[in-house]
């Protein structure tokens, strides 16, 4: 071979090496992306959760934890972001990337949850692998001392739909067992489905809890539990998940039921000149009526905006126009509630939103009056909540007036109006003779609360600890529990305004200073904001 020869081949071999050389320093972005993914779902997993379980936030050597409230090691939350939440950022992982892992992952934490089912086929707020003993004395303790959570405050032993607890739970069961059709899911799914069709009224809606109990009079007023219930979206995400089982099962039986859920949602309301929705009503006569002492019997103006949304969206699901029927008048209401400026000005809380306007919450369904809460006292032994006309010094964490754009309604009311029946109605599952299938992603990535932007991809990965976990501001904390000793009532002011009260007060709070730690929120934020980059690059 001539020296010129061997010069070329060298240098041909030479120039592939160092090519191939510069290729393995610059990494493929999907790799480094599935590598964080795979990182950081390992540390939740395998360290965090608790045989497949998850609450909201811990320390970083797991010593405290919280769900709604400060959780123990062997609890597992249903609210979201907790148990459901992560299961269904499993499949949506698994959907983005093809990994087996990320089912498998899924299939653990739906047997975590089958687990924590209930004989009546719902969940509770919360359950704790230790045993219901374990639990009712969590209730006994950390539940019965939080103030302002009222909710935690008796031990029910029964499911609850607040909060999209069960639903949030039963739409991850489904999803899983659509997945792949494994029989393995199937009886908890439907025993979720039987606790929805069981649990409705004849009307069309549901009590916030079931199996019905009437145990828990609170402060001279009935138990609120078995009341029809529109707070936190009960009869809308029942809706819900009755069409995602009805789409993605062709369970024909379902169609009834649903309709008759969205028809409860007109005959609830209420008629002029108060033209809106309360939170929960009496089953016998449908009247508005109380909940928690902080929940006055009311209409209420952000659940009426709420209610004018979800008719919207019934109508795009039938095109049938009575439920666009009530909807001018809800508006008129909410308008009518305007509050003078200079109740604006006493309130001292602007909006961003430029064309909302300030209306009291609570509204009394007789005569109108705006009905602001506050409280004395410090804890729940000595404290209490009482409601009259002042707008100033209302409690913190249940605001007394709402913010609402009436003219984005309006505008969307309109804009819907004038559509064709058949575009408005294509694609519903309820109209549509084709298959609709369930949407591949449940997550949409978002900023974390209190940040302004989401994070970049290279944020993100730079940003995961050598242990596989995001660390970030735990967004609430509690006081340890601390038996209350005996208290008489107080007239203190000191905590009319704040989201915990005293020492023996186990209510969450935000704290004064940062408290670093591991936020399932965060988590499920981050792995949606890399599934999102993942599917653009694809």
């Known amino acids: 071979m001539n020296t010129m020869k061997r010069i070329l081949i060298c240098g041909l071999w030479l120039s592939a090496a160092l090519g191939s050389t510069a290729f393995a320093r610059q990494p493929d972005p999907d790799r480094r992306i599935l590598d964080a993914m795979k990182r950081a779902t390992h540390y939740m997993m395998d360290v965090a959760s608790y045989r497949g379980g998850f609450v909201w936030s811990y320390l970083p050597d797991l010593s405290r934890s919280w769900g709604e409230l400060e959780a123990r090691r062997t609890m597992a939350w249903i609210q979201p972001p907790g148990t459901p939440s992560v299961g269904h950022l499993m499949l949506d992982a698994y959907h983005a990337t093809g990994d087996e892992y990320y089912y498998r992952a899924a299939e653990r934490i739906a047997s975590a949850l089958i687990w924590g089912q209930l004989p009546c086929g719902g969940w509770n707020y919360v359950f704790d692998f230790a045993g219901e003993n374990s639990l009712k004395e969590w209730y006994a303790t950390v539940g019965k001392s939080a103030w302002r959570l009222e909710e935690f405050q008796h031990y029910y032993g029964n499911a609850t739909f607040d909060d999209a607890g069960t639903i949030e739970a039963a739409k991850f069961l489904l999803r899983i067992y659509v997945e792949k059709y494994d029989p393995r899911f199937r009886p908890a799914l439907d025993k979720a489905i039987g606790l929805v069709l069981e649990s409705q009224y004849p009307v069309g809606g549901w009590p916030q809890r079931y199996p019905l109990r009437y145990d828990h009079p609170f402060q001279g007023k009935a138990d609120y539990s078995s009341f029809i219930t529109l707070n936190d979206d009960v009869i809308p995400e029942n809706i819900d998940f ?297």
């Open 242 to 538: 009755l069409i995602q089982c009805y789409q993605a099962l062709g369970m024909q039986n379902l169609k009834e039921p649903i309709l008759r859920a969205m028809n409860c949602i007109i005959v609830l309301q209420q008629g002029a000149p108060y033209a809106g929705w309360s939170d929960q009503y009496t089953v016998e006569d449908l009247m508005p009526a109380h909940a928690r002492s902080y929940e006055p019997r009311s209409v209420n103006t952000g659940t009426t905006a709420h209610m004018v949304r979800a008719l919207l969206t019934y109508y795009r699901l039938t095109g049938d126009t009575k439920y666009l029927s009530g909807i001018p008048a809800a508006l008129d209401f909410i308008e009518s509630m305007r509050l003078p400026d200079s109740e604006a000005e006493r309130w001292g809380r602007p909006s961003r939103d430029p064309d909302a306007i300030l209306v009291p919450r609570f509204v009394d369904p007789d005569d109108g009056r705006p009905l602001y809460v506050h409280r004395k006292g410090s804890n729940v032994a000595n404290g209490t909540y009482y409601i009259d006309q002042d707008i100033t010094n209302t409690i913190a964490h249940y605001n007394s007036t709402a913010y609402v754009n009436v003219k984005a309604l309006r505008k969307a009311y309109e804009e819907v109006l004038a559509l064709p029946r058949e575009e408005v109605t294509a694609g519903s599952p309820l109209v549509c003779n084709t298959e609709v299938r369930l949407e591949p992603y449940y997550h949409r990535p978002r900023p974390v609360r209190g940040e302004s932007r989401q994070p970049s991809v290279d944020e993100l990965i730079g940003s995961l600890t050598a242990e596989g976990y995001w660390l970030s501001p735990i967004r609430q904390v509690s006081n340890p529990y601390r038996p209350i000793p005996a208290m008489e009532p107080s007239d203190a002011t000191a905590y009319m305004q704040t989201m915990v009260g005293d020492e023996f007060d186990t209510s969450p709070y935000t704290p004064d200073e940062p408290v670093m730690g591991i936020s399932t929120q965060t988590f499920i934020n981050n792995m949606a904001s890399l599934i999102g980059a993942l599917r653009k690059d694809r």
